[in-house]
T-cell receptor, first 114, second 114 residues
């Protein structure tokens, strides 16, 4: 079946501009996660959505970052007033929460802030 | 202080030369350890979940094992197509016990030469 999809695959933006990254999880997966992977660093947890529960935003690095999930499916990660340190690969994952916590990742969006 | 540590950072093998990758962790009450494979420009691909010391899982030329302090990913007679970064992850380290917050190691870059 279809895996997790993300768009765009690449995004180049100027410092100070806002960007939106989209994630479409695997159909039927109730949990959705956003991670950030910077060069030479491990994957960093950003935010977690589970069903209709309030999201866990504890990993968001600043208030310039926000995310929403509409209808329990598609999610959008928004970064306002982008900074050069925001340059990274942003990965989305989804999982069937009741069946272990195996997370299935999308291909990522490579964000470059110039 | 890293609480999920992978070694070595990089490993070069000749085709057919078996070896092992290590993932050590410090967490009380382990609730699973996950292995992923990541190819350049792609999101991590789920490989295995291990839940208890002594557990082993196999997939083709890969076998993952788990002790109370570490996990090994054994690669038997590797082929060039096994070249990738291998990541391990543990839930609940930085999430106040939340199982869904995976903490990833920085990975081992495996290169298998023909």
């Amino acid at each position: 079946g279809a895996g997790v999809s993300q768009s765009p695959s690449n995004k180049v933006t100027e410092k100070g501009k806002d960007v939106e990254l989209r994630c479409d999880p695997i159909s039927g997966h109730t949990a959705l996660y956003w991670y950030r992977q910077s060069l030479g660093q491990g994957l960093e947890f950003l935010i977690y959505f589970q069903g209709n529960s309030a999201p866990d935003k504890s990993g968001l690095p600043s208030d310039r970052f926000s995310a929403e999930r509409t209808g329990g499916s598609v999610s959008t990660l928004t970064i306002q007033r982008t900074q050069q340190e925001d340059s990274a690969v942003y990965l989305c994952a989804s999982s069937l929460r009741k069946i272990s916590y195996e997370q299935y990742f999308g291909p990522g969006t490579r964000l470059t802030v110039t | 202080e890293d609480q999920v540590t992978q070694s070595p950072e990089a490993l070069r093998l000749q085709e057919g030369e078996s070896s092992s990758l290590n993932c050590s962790y410090t967490v009380s009450g382990l609730r699973g350890l996950f292995w992923y494979r990541q190819d350049p420009g792609k999101g991590p691909e789920f490989l295995f979940t291990l839940y208890s010391a002594g557990e082993e899982k196999e997939k083709e030329r890969l076998k993952a094992t788990l002790t109370k302090k570490e996990s090994f990913l054994h690669i038997t007679a590797p082929k060039p197509e096994d070249s990738a970064t291998y990541l391990c992850a543990v839930p609940g380290i930085r999430g106040g016990g939340s199982n869904y917050k995976l903490t990833f190691g920085k990975g081992t870059l495996l290169t298998v030469n023909p």
